[in-house]
């Protein structure tokens, strides 16, 4: 199982908890792309949101700026939302990183999103949420598939593309594009009818309830007659690994209490309750938090429900301190992989 980390590039906050700026926020999600792939994590996913609080809104220029630097780690948005940006400029965005990085470590993940700021920040609107998304990853799909990178495409929510050279072309041909989806069925039926490969966002819950969900991908998946190494499952959780469960749980919690006041200001959440994050904090629940252990159980026990190939986590939320998020991402690579590896194989 490859396992990596995903970031919304979250801007950090002060001694005083007040929130800092986002260039340093920047430069810390650049350093901890850098610092994953020294430590050998698999791969690292760059999140597109566009508020004060996460401001990693271009994830395919992150990612160029990361393949020159890095030599091993897949890199990836995580995801891109599609819906309301131009999928030529996403395409050609991740081709220059491909190429940048030698070629065979760049991916797509296209999603409908959640940052529904998007849609007045780009002159959208919002009831035509799922229409745009369909037309939008018709074009990326036909982008990708063209053998020889001229282009035609009739669509209804964007100009027709008239037989036009869309280049640079990537490396291998072709980039790896993933259906992102929070559990909706049908984007689970979608991703195994169009043969791609399917990320499930799981942020709330039991994640054994993704399980359904999972199976009816993949039966959407051999209907349609894709039986391919495409047809794969991964998992995007929020979490944090440190020495000692209770470290994990302490430094997890204040930045948890700052996402969710300033998404509260956003979108109308709830007055943060910190027994809510405890009872997510703990199995069964969502967050992947403790020390490697434990992590590395939680993580083998949801596979045997989704039998994912890719595990990454959000760390770094609401600000969390640089030196905790780069103590995480150590521990993920060096003591959680090699766990999860060694759980898995017991059971073959």
């Given at each position: 199982?490859?396992?990596?980390?995903?970031?919304?590039?979250?801007?950090?906050?002060?001694?005083?908890?007040?929130?800092?700026?986002?260039?340093?926020?920047?430069?810390?999600?650049?350093?901890?792309?850098?610092?994953?792939?020294?430590?050998?994590?698999?791969?690292?996913?760059?999140?597109?949101?566009?508020?004060?609080?996460?401001?990693?809104?271009?994830?395919?220029?992150?990612?160029?700026a990361a393949a020159a630097a890095t030599s091993q780690i897949i890199l990836g948005s995580a995801a891109s939302i599609i819906g309301t940006?131009?999928?030529?400029?996403?395409?050609?965005?991740?081709?220059?990183?491909?190429?940048?990085?030698?070629?065979?470590?760049?991916?797509?993940?296209a999603g409908r999103g959640s940052s529904v700021e998007t849609f007045p920040l780009f002159g959208h609107d919002l009831n035509d949420y799922d229409e745009l998304?369909?037309?939008?990853?018709?074009?990326?799909?036909?982008?990708?598939?063209s053998p020889d990178g001229i282009v035609t495409w009739k669509g209804g929510r964007r100009p027709d593309i008239p037989g036009l050279a869309v280049v640079p072309r990537p490396i291998s041909g072709k980039?790896?594009?993933?259906?992102?989806?929070?559990?909706?069925?049908g984007s689970s039926?979608?991703?195994?009818?169009?043969?791609?490969?399917?990320?499930?966002?799981?942020?709330?819950?039991?994640?054994?309830?993704?399980?359904?969900?999972?199976?009816?991908?993949?039966?959407?998946?051999?209907?349609?007659?894709?039986?391919?190494?495409?047809?794969?499952?991964?998992?995007?959780?929020?979490?944090?690994?440190?020495?000692?469960?209770?470290?994990?749980?302490?430094?997890?919690?204040?930045?948890?209490?700052?996402?969710?006041?300033?998404?509260g200001r956003l979108r109308g959440w709830p007055e943060p309750d910190r027994d809510a994050y405890l009872v997510q904090a703990e199995a069964p629940g969502a967050y992947?938090?403790?020390d490697p252990d434990e992590v590395a159980e939680r993580i083998v026990h949801l596979h045997g429900f989704m039998g994912h190939t890719r595990h990454f986590l959000q760390m770094d939320i609401g600000g969390l301190p640089q030196e905790h998020f780069l103590e995480s991402l150590t521990l993920l690579a060096t003591e959680v992989k090699p766990r999860v590896e060694r759980l898995l194989a017991r059971q073959r």
């Open positions: 199982m490859e396992i990596g980390a995903y970031s919304f590039g979250d801007t950090p906050f002060n001694s005083n908890n007040q929130q800092t700026d986002t260039a340093t926020a920047t430069r810390n999600l650049h350093e901890a792309i850098l610092h994953a792939d020294a430590v050998g994590l698999d791969y690292f996913g760059v999140g597109e949101h566009h508020t004060m609080s996460m401001p990693a809104s271009s994830p395919g220029t992150v990612i160029a940006d131009d999928p030529v400029r996403v395409f050609q965005q991740f081709a220059i990183a491909d190429a940048i990085s030698g070629g065979g470590r760049i991916e797509i993940t998304y369909a037309n939008k990853l018709d074009l990326l799909m036909a982008l990708n598939n980039l790896p594009i993933w259906l992102a989806t929070g559990g909706n069925p039926a979608r991703a195994g009818q169009l043969g791609l490969p399917i990320s499930y966002g799981i942020i709330g819950g039991a994640p054994q309830r993704f399980a359904p969900l999972a199976e009816l991908y993949r039966r959407s998946a051999a209907t349609a007659g894709h039986t391919g190494d495409d047809i794969k499952v991964s998992v995007a959780a929020l979490g944090l690994v440190a020495p000692t469960k209770e470290e994990a749980l302490e430094r997890m919690y204040q930045g948890w209490y700052n996402l969710n006041v300033e998404m992947c938090v403790g």
